[in-house]
T-cell receptor, first 111, second 113 residues
Framework: GNSVTQMEGPVTLSEEAFLTINCTYT??????LFWYVQYPGEGLQLLLK?????DKGSNKGFEATYRKETTSFHLEKGSVQVSDSAVYFC??????????FGSGTKLNVKP | NAGVTQTPKFQVLKTGQSMTLQCAQD?????MYWYRQDPGMGLRLIYY???????DKGEVPNGYNVSRLNKREFSLRLESAAPSQTSVYFC????????????FGQGTRLTVV
């Protein structure tokens, strides 16, 4: 089947700390991979994406690399800010155009 | 730039009542989706529509029906609401193709008592 597994949260960090949120997937074929961010009371917004193996998506200091050999797409940021506090979702898109999401990881950044 | 618009934003229903959640997008996308979000479970696909007049079941379709009225609109209907349908519902749209992302509405918070 198709599924996305994310590390459980919440993750609590101090400002300027290094962030890693792990994401692994199972899928037939070669899906596209996405990270979305959700702020309180809002819908999901695209953070970054990668559409083939070894692609690196990046945006606002966040990065993730599509690793086919380990079926992973881990999200990283070198120095988090309080404004990065949100829920982060890893997702994949299959060839039939359906999107599947992980359970979400809540990030709390303390000043 | 409206994007994906959902109505209503909040709703409280009694068990057994029916209602329709509305969704419209102004990006001329072919694909539209309905998801539900529950704590610890992420987003689960309820129904998907590849184009006007076509719909396909997702992971959790039981208790729901959908209508793709035209290219812009995709509605979700609960015929007889149950407490297990208490959730936040999101509509999304996308262009076909592996490289494109989904765009989400602001969500509808539904409580069934």
């Amino acid at each position: 089947g198709n599924s996305v597994t994310q590390m459980e949260g919440p993750v609590t960090l101090s400002e300027e700390a290094f962030l890693t949120i792990n994401c692994t997937y199972t899928a037939t074929g070669y899906p596209s991979l996405f990270w979305y961010v959700q702020y309180p009371g809002e819908g999901l917004q695209l953070l970054l994406k990668a559409t083939k193996a070894d692609d690196k998506g990046s945006n606002k200091g966040f990065e993730a690399t599509y690793r086919k050999e380990t079926t992973s797409f881990h999200l990283e940021k070198g120095s988090v800010q309080v404004s990065d506090s949100a829920v982060y979702f890893c997702a994949l898109r299959r060839r039939d155009n359906k999107f599947y999401f992980g359970s979400g990881t809540k990030l709390n950044v303390k000043p | 730039n409206a994007g994906v618009t959902q109505t209503p934003k909040f709703q409280v229903l009694k068990t057994g009542q029916s209602m329709t959640l509305q969704c419209a997008q102004d990006m001329n996308h072919n694909s539209m989706y309905w998801y539900r979000q529950d704590p610890g479970m992420g987003l689960r696909l309820i129904y998907y529509s590849a184009s006007e007049g076509t719909t396909d079941k997702g992971e959790v379709p039981n208790g729901y029906n959908v209508s793709r009225l035209n290219k812009r609109e995709f509605s979700l209907r609960l015929e007889s609401a149950a407490p297990s349908q208490t959730s936040v519902y999101f509509c999304a749209s996308s262009e076909p193709g592996m490289n494109t992302e989904a765009f989400f509405g602001q969500g509808t918070r539904l409580t069934v008592v």
